[in-house]
């Protein structure tokens, strides 16, 4: 479990409710679609170098 | 660090205080599809031909050319734009293709082929890769809109329908035949043959002993004196000659040939009277008596031409000779199968007799991709394959075997 006591300096000013809807909007709007544009980009990437190290242009 | 990853775990671990769960649920769904929607946008856009055309080696180079042929405006106004054919239709092919595109996008900003120059040099190599993609898929782009199924042979000229019947028998893909069909073809002459590197690796390696025949394996100069500066003629690739000696960079070889004596008789022949063509000599030198010794003299029955038998001692350069002829001829025969095979069976190299192939090959090598080397390459190989050389019989029923099929 933590030993630290856990850092919530910045957090403390926060009130829970407007903590809770910062989390929300950062990641519906920004995390999680960055997180989803970011996993296409590698898998794009990753069929192209199959491509062109391992299986050849698409038949 | 370590207070981000904590953040991250809260995030995801600690329950929310205030909001509702459907609040959190409903709001993630819609994120969600506003999200997808927005990737799926960004392909689109990504895919039109105003996109492709805002880099102006596109809008300059390539945009006139489509503009001249039936891809951009024919008689029913359905036209082809730039990702209908060369950005794969189905959803990982497409994906995979625009992040290929980071290539492009870095040429582009680093001017790869900025100037009309820079492309014109670049140009076959881009349109090879293009070309073994379509082979590769069948030219699937191309399916997306032609249906060999669809088609109304009736309505073809009695050529075409030769053809697209035998293609459409055998499902060919469309650019096998079709290449430049939406761009100018590019220029195939400059293009350099892969297959001959492996030649060329042997001829450096290849240890030359005087008195024995050797072979070329690349055409190149012949010169009169061992440094080289006094340029007399060419030999052509697969010419055997003798080798006398070698110094420093150069080496001596006799070669003994054929040739017309009519005119300068400056281009010698391998065989008498077959027009198999070794070696080439300048004007002023192909008389000179000191360089050129005349062995033998005899008349061609076929023409009443008297043929000489000749002798020269010239330099070239050294490292292009290898002891056996027939490692060209390999590469040869496969080019000769890969290439004049598309649309037909390609017939026998000893059906045909050494001087008619000249004819023939060159009223077909163009409508294949074959670059100068290669082509002659080839061409020596079929007239030494020619009838001339072969005991193979030549049956009535061997006609039959290459007759067409396919009728208008």
Redesign the interface.
């Known amino acids: 479990m933590d030993n630290k006591p ?2 919530f300096s910045s957090e403390a000013a926060i009130v ?2 407007q ?3 910062r ?2 909007l950062l ?3 920004v995390g ?2 960055a997180l ?2 970011i996993l ?2 590698v ?3 990753l ?2 170098f199959s ?1 062109l190290l391992v299986f ?4 | 660090m370590k ?1 981000l990853f ?1 953040f991250i775990r809260q ?1 995801f671990l600690r329950p ?4 509702g769960l459907g609040v ?1 649920v409903t ?2 769904f819609m ?2 599809i ?3 929607q ?2 799926n946008t960004a392909m689109e856009l990504t895919n039109k031909e105003e996109f492709c055309l805002n880099c102006h080696t596109m809008h300059d180079n390539l945009l006139p050319e489509l503009q001249k042929t039936v891809h951009w405006s024919n008689r029913s106004g359905v036209r082809a734009t730039c990702p209908d054919c060369h950005v ?1 239709h189905d959803f ?2 497409k ?6 595109a980071s290539r492009e996008v870095l040429a582009q900003f680093t001017g790869q082929i900025g100037t009309r120059e820079k492309f014109k040099e670049h140009r076959l190599v881009l349109a090879q890769r293009e070309w ?2 379509f082979a ?3 030219s ?1 782009e191309c399916r997306n809109c032609h249906d060999y199924k669809d088609m109304d042979f009736d309505k073809m000229r009695p050529t075409s329908q030769v053809a697209m019947r035998n293609a459409a028998a055998r499902d060919q893909s469309c650019v096998d035949c079709h290449k430049g069909v939406a761009h100018q073809l590019p220029d195939m002459k400059g293009a350099r043959n892969p297959a001959f590197d492996t030649l060329l690796s042997s001829a450096i390696g290849q240890s030359v002993s005087s008195g024995k025949d050797y072979y070329t394996v690349v055409p190149q100069d012949l010169f009169a004196d061992a440094e080289l500066k006094r340029k007399v003629g060419a030999i052509e690739v697969a010419a055997k000659v003798k080798v006398l000696q070698t110094q420093g960079d150069a080496q001596q070889v006799e070669l003994t040939l054929w040739r017309k004596n009519k005119g300068y008789g400056r281009v010698w022949y391998g065989e008498f009277g077959l027009n198999i063509t070794n070696a080439v000599l300048d004007k002023e030198v192909a008389q000179k008596p000191e360089l050129v010794t005349v062995l033998a003299s005899k008349e061609d029955p076929n023409t009443g031409l008297e043929w000489q038998q000749v002798q020269a001692k010239l330099w070239i350069k050294k490292g292009s000779l290898i002891d056996s002829v027939e490692p060209i001829w390999t590469i040869a025969r496969a080019s000769y199968t890969q290439s004049c095979s598309v649309c037909h069976r390609q017939p026998l190299e000893s059906h045909i007799d050494a001087n008619a192939w000249p004819g023939l090959f060159g009223g077909m090598v163009g409508f294949t991709s074959m670059d100068a080397d290669t082509a002659k390459v080839v061409l020596k190989y079929l007239q030494s394959h020619s009838s001339d050389f072969s005991n193979k019989p030549h049956a009535a029923a061997a006609a039959d075997a290459t007759l067409q099929t396919a009728r208008p």
């Open positions: 856990d850092d829970g409710s903590r809770d809807w989390n929300f990641l519906a709007l999680l679609p989803m544009g296409l980009v898998y794009g990437f069929v192209w491509q050849g242009p698409p038949s | 207070k904590r995030l929310s205080m205030k909001i959190l709001g993630g994120a969600g506003l999200s997808w927005g990737f794969p990982t092919d994906l995979a293709r625009k992040m290929q073994a993609r590769a898929n069948g699937r």
